[in-house]
């Protein structure tokens, strides 16, 4: 909201008046409030009957209010307290408070004004909608149309309203006011203004382990964004701090607000950096009573893998280039390295063979239209016609007359069965992926588009670690797809169990007990796979690779994509963007862009800006409002004493703020900064990489050398700017030298 006027010159009573005044108004709140949850507690005890309700009063006829929301056909959703009786259930048992709004308006600055407060139409808003025995709201769900005034009116366009109010709340307790007068000679002489502000109120509470909901003091330009269509692709920019992943998260529980049929059944599906910034984020849609929605990291996209390793940077760059389709497209149909090279048949009284060249022959034949996991039966009659051409003219009689009879004597003899088993098993993707470590045969795959260098850097890579990487993962739902998922087989009842191999490492080979246990259990976590909306946070870190795989997921969907190039840890954000605009060019698009920075000291913010600034001119640089007073603090450690200097720094910290304290330190002197830091014996202190930093913040933020940070790092610059615009309230920065700040123009 905007900032307007608020009581300090509207009611001009002395200190015990005030206090009085603030003491009623509280009581009255209250009284409603607690009609509010009485009505909801009420609904819980008698689910069944207010079932029966919902549905008479979808039989009523109503006029007014009610009526307009039945039109837009979102009355199911706040007709019925037995569905807000379900959510606050599901709220967490902290939860804010169901009520959390108030807009009293008049008819318009053409009707003359309200003679007293009494006059003014007044409505609650909250985080559902709920309606008292005669149907009339007692609050509505904040997402209806109704309540877009509260969000959107301003002392310029005041929509009506007169006074706005927001209400301060520990569960189901009001604590305190905050009014913004938006219409001050509008305003009757009894109309109480309290309270310094809410978003500023908001803003300056010390900032826990998880992100919490804005949804009392979102501001115009973000509930656009929130509220754009659900079709197409909604694309969401803004520099760091201007409440894009809120915004996205609030977005996610408008669209299921505004057609719960389509996304509840189809599917919401958030993707994010890390599991650090999941786990950061997973509050909020419940919070706002949404669970329905599937939250991952991109290391998660794939059932069965949960990576959370980095590749060093060169490494990276390589995997999630769009070079490597070609790559694991020749890997994924090139005949399997430890498969035989000849086949001996003994049948009819000959001996049947086929060599190298006519094996590969049938492969690639097989492979022609069919991806590897899925032509078993077509490789199977390739070898069978090779066989027979080579089966003497001689021979082909009576049992062995035909090609189809020569076929199945062929197929059971045990050496053809024991040759197809290792000649063409099921390929998992891991098995494959792993095939990449071997220089020569990824020089083979990678021709001309991968320098000689860089092919040994990613075999090494490959080699080194059994664990599966974040830009790995894109690499494996490449190959599913190239490789095909495998049908049953005629032999067997049982599925295939895709995750073997992923989740296990190099075993290929199941017993049928085990492949029926995993494939049960992948059943069971079996989540839909295609989305209906896709929302993609930090979206400028997704590799090309990283674009496909996400894409994937969403053949049918719409699409909420928000991020900030500025903050990109991809080497080459345009090659990114590019990646996105190719995959969803076929959608309607609809930009918009968040201009204030809500989260960063003005002091902190103009820091940061200039050490960006210095290597992208052009970075967008949103608006910083809130000031300490306090400036960063850069400060140069002795030799050897940077772990030191680390823990010193995080305990002043401790000191001088009330939330959590980061310490954001390159990977390599994690191991020396993290004891010190479990020294201190505070959980409010963390250590945490750049890379895992993105996205969430702290009230205190201590950066270990930033200098290494950009060398260190895929970003570079970028990644330190990402680094720096993590605090709120104070920044220490420890270095060895000075030379890093930015050189100001004196
Ligand atoms: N309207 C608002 N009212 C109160 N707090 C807000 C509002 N908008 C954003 N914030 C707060 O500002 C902080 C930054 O928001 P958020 O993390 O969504 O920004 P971002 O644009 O995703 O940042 P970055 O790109 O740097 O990761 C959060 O603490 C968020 O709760």
Known sequence: ????????????????GADSMERAELAAEQQ?????????????????????????????????????????????????????ARRIAELDAEHEGLVFGRLDSDRGDDEPQAPAAAGLDKLYVGRIGVRDAEYEPLVIDWRAPAAEPFYRATATDRQKVVRRRVLRNKGPRIVGLEDDLLAPERAPEDLPVMGEGALMASLSRARGHTMRDIVATIQAEQDKAIRSTARGVTVIGGGPGTGKTVVALHRAAYLLYSDRRRFERGGVLVVGPSAAFMAYIERVLPSLGENTVSLRAVGELVDGVKATAVDEAEVAAI???LR???????????RVPTAPTTLRVFIGGATVELDANQLDNVRRN????????????EARKGLIAALWQRFPEDLRTGPLGDREAFGDRATDTPAF????????????PEAALRWLGDPRRLQRWARNELTPREVDALARGIRTTDEFTIADVALLDELTTLLGRPLATENTDEEFDWLEGLSEGVNEVLTSSERRARAAAAREAEEPEEYAHVLVDEAQDLSPMQWRMVTRRGPQASWTIVGDPAQSSWPDPDEARGAMDSMLSHLQRHTYRLSTNYRNSAEIYSFAGEVIRQSIPDADLPNAVRSTGVEPDHRV????????????????????????VGVIVPPALRPIVEPVLAELGDPRVVAVSPLDSKGLEYDGVVVVEPDRIVSDTLGGVRALYVVLTRATQRLITINSTTQWLPTRDS
């Open 366 to 377: 097989a492979l022609r239209r069919t991806a590897r996991n899925r032509a078993a039966a």
């Open 319 to 321: 995997k999630g280039s």
């Open 32 to 84: 409603h409030v607690d009609r509010v949850y009485g009505r909801v507690e009420e609904a819980a005890r008698s689910a069944s009957r207010i079932a029966v309700d919902g549905y008479q009063r979808g039989q009523a006829q109503n006029v007014g209010r009610v009526r307009e929301e039945e039109q837009t056909g979102l009355y199911e959703r706040d007709v019925l307290v037995f569905a807000a």
């Open 637 to 660: 450690f002795d030799d050897g004493k940077v772990s030191q200097a680390a823990g010193e720094a995080a305990a002043e910290l401790l000191q001088l703020v009330e939330g959590t």
């Open 417 to 428: 069965r024991t040759f197809f088993g290792q000649w063409w098993p099921v390929v998992t």
């Open 324 to 334: 490597m389709r070609g790559v694991l497209s020749r890997a994924a149909r090139d």
């Open 1 to 16: 909201m905007d900032q307007t006027p608020t009581s300090a010159d509207h009611n001009s009573d002395g200190a015990d």
